[in-house]
């Protein structure tokens, strides 16, 4: 498995990646004015390493919340928790290795820099056996690590400030690696914008930040100007995760979206409308008091959250077993599952397709259907689906049969097994050579017949052609004969 992933491409089209294993060790900063294209950037970053690495997203106005449905991120409203809440949540994470999005947009400053900060400070002081690597995404970082004092009370800067510097200055080696995103370096302090090697400055109209970026970038201040002239979505990279020399990049496109985009314009009402009637008119039903709260789905207790994080597969990992308890009653989950393999099985070409992405799909489609922990591992998923593609229904008792024939088969063989088993059982045709490719996920008739040699020699089946050339396959252990079928591919 590569740990690059392609973030764009550079000015004569060549990809450009960016090396996550690199980047965990060597962190990364990215400025551009408003509308540069820094979220984006920071989505096309999160989309792609996504079944790589486990990902923290510290989000003020909430827009990566959307990232929780095609890639399964738990996402936490910050205004629906208490600050001990907030800690056991991050503890949860980090022995987890759930990958979250933290949503501040219902907070004001304030409290959005107190909750990071609770937040951020329990992720960094987790004990040293759950310290595995993580990206830490910080968007508008300049809310957090302000360079000057502002508007909040000088504990709450100080509190956020230590967790932000404590994050990019001591987490390598607890394995948080640190992505901030700001419009402005000269709004953010210096000593942690200091601790990125790596760099992505997008268009920059300031003077100050521009020489800045250009100093950070190892530019000559008159070649600076460039960066005033970069568009939306282009960025300069440097560093050792992206490039030893700077390198124009295009930020690829994302698959999600940030919630709520206005794009363009929009058309205003007719003119002849009477606004001021419409203004001062009385609502019909009394309208509901402003409050900072976000309007939307009400946030899940934090219990419920926890039981979400707890059973938290890593994309592209195994599966811990769970043992905590379930959302659903275990035989409603057990059907889940089940019905979750069948359609697995059912989608065309699925057993050409490796183990650890269909295991990852699985999990996937399991978590979209809210079921809580699936309690499977990669191998009993892989005994489990490839039981799912020859049909077995345990609760069949001729499907039983078949299965506890079947015991002793590997997985990886078991499934062309069940299906000519099957066929004896029920006196049916012999599958053909196309159908067992199919099942057993090859196109070469080599492997088929390579396949029935490997079964014959242990036993398990007896193939008999006949003088006009037609198969059938007996199954000792059953007493059973398939019907005998004309052979077009013999390979
Ligand atoms: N590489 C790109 N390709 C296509 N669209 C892009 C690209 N980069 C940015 N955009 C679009 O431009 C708009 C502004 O981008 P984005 O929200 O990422 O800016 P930003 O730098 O985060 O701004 P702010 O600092 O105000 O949050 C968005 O609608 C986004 O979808
Ligand atoms: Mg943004």
Known sequence: MSASVIIGSDPSGAPVPVDIEELLATRLLVQGNSGSGKSHLLRRLLEESASLVQQVVIDPEGDFVTLAEPFGHVVIDGSAYSGDEIARLAARIRKHRASVVLALDGLELEAQMRCAAQFLATLFDAPREEWYPALVVVDEAQIFAPA??????????????????????????RGLAGIIATQRLAKLAKNVAAEASNFLMGRTFLDIDMVRAADLLGMERRQAEQIRDLARGHFLGLGPAISRRPVAVKIGDVRTRARNVIQGLTPLPAAGQDMEALLLAEPAVPEPVPCAMPLGP?????????????SYVPAGEEAEVSTEPSLFAAQEQ??????????????????FQPVAALFQDFTLRCRMKRIAGHGLDVTAFRRRFALAVAGADEADPDWAELLRIAGDVQDDLVAPFLVI???????????????????????SPGRIRRLLEHFEKAGLIVVRTD???RRSIGIPALGATTAPVDQDVTG
């Open 334 to 351: 057990a059907a889940g599952v089940s019905a979750v393999l069948a359609e697995l099985a059912a989608e065309p070409d699925c057993t």
């Open 467 to 469: 003088f006009g050339g």
């Open 298 to 310: 009400e946030a899940a207790d934090s219990g419920e959250l926890l039981e979400q994080i707890a």
């Open 148 to 173: 000057a004092a502002g508007d909040v009370s000088d504990e709450v800067r100080r509190l956020s400030l230590a967790a932000m510097t404590n994050l990019m200055c001591r987490g390598r080696k």
């Open 421 to 443: 088993a099957r066929a004896a059982q029920r006196g049916e045709p012999c599958p053909d050579d196309a159908e067992l490719s199919r099942i057993y996920g090859t196109s």
